[in-house]
């Protein structure tokens, strides 16, 4: 299995460019997550999902949009990019909630950087 | 204002054991405490994830009181490849609203 892997894993945008990052998971795990991690903070929750087809908004989620159209899969697209959306990028997918496997994966991040 | 707190960073040597506190003022009543371990240029990977009182497995221990204000991640006799920073996620409520919410995490840096 690969886990949750992340697509593309840099990019370099100018302000108001757009793009989608890709997230894909091969555990058929029902709840996926977008963070952001900025330098000396921890992650933040931008958006997440609790099955296909349902998008929720978290702490952060001004400026960006997502989708899951499919359950493996879970879209994190920047409209118009902003100098303030520099981050590294981590997607994240959890089974379902049950006794004492809640833990989320995490895929290796990507390093978005708005110039 | 709901919130996590960590300590920013801890100096430990190897052999020792190390004790990080995550308090979490206003946590949800019903879901788990857990903690992850991040190394550079990674994304983080679990260690060990609790409701209440005491949870141990084969790397750590957590230690959670009856009040769950805070959590306490215990790594016994830490070593070199130790060193990463360590982060708690809890749901905390905030309003009506219930918010998944990291820690700004502790770096440890283990000596040898």
């Known amino acids: 299995n690969a886990g949750v892997t992340q697509t593309p894993k840099f990019r370099v945008l100018k302000t108001g460019q757009s793009m989608t990052l890709l997230c894909a998971q091969d555990m058929n795990h029902e709840y996926m997550y977008w963070y952001r991690q900025d330098p000396g903070m921890g992650l933040r929750l931008i958006h997440y999902?609790?099955?296909?087809?349902?998008?929720a908004k978290g702490e952060v989620p001004d400026g960006y949009n997502v989708s899951r159209l499919k359950k493996q899969n879970f879209l994190l697209g920047l409209e118009s990019a902003a100098p303030s959306q520099t981050s590294v990028y981590f997607c994240?997918?959890?089974?379902?909630?049950?006794?004492?496997?809640?833990?989320?994966?995490f895929g290796p991040g990507t390093r978005l950087t708005v110039l | 204002l709901a919130k996590t707190t960590q300590p920013i960073s801890m100096d430990s040597y190897e052999g020792q054991e190390v004790n990080i506190t995550c308090s979490h003022n206003?946590?949800?009543?019903?879901?788990?405490i857990t903690w992850y371990q991040q190394f550079p240029s990674q994304g983080p990977r679990f260690i060990i994830q609790?409701?209440?009182t005491k949870v141990t497995n084969e790397v750590a221990s957590l230690f959670i009181p009856a009040d769950r204000k805070s959590s306490t991640l215990s790594l016994p006799r830490v070593s070199l490849s130790d060193t990463a920073v360590y982060y708690c996620?809890?749901?905390?409520?905030?309003?009506?609203?219930?918010?998944?919410?990291f820690g700004s995490g502790t770096q440890l840096t283990v000596l040898p």
């Open positions: 609790g409701y209440k």
């Open positions: 206003n946590i949800a009543t019903n879901d788990y």
């Open positions: 996620l809890v749901v905390l409520l905030s309003g009506s609203a219930r918010q998944l919410t």
């Open positions: 999902s609790v099955g296909e087809g349902t998008t």
């Open positions: 994240a997918s959890r089974s379902l909630p049950s006794e004492g496997h809640n833990e989320q994966f």
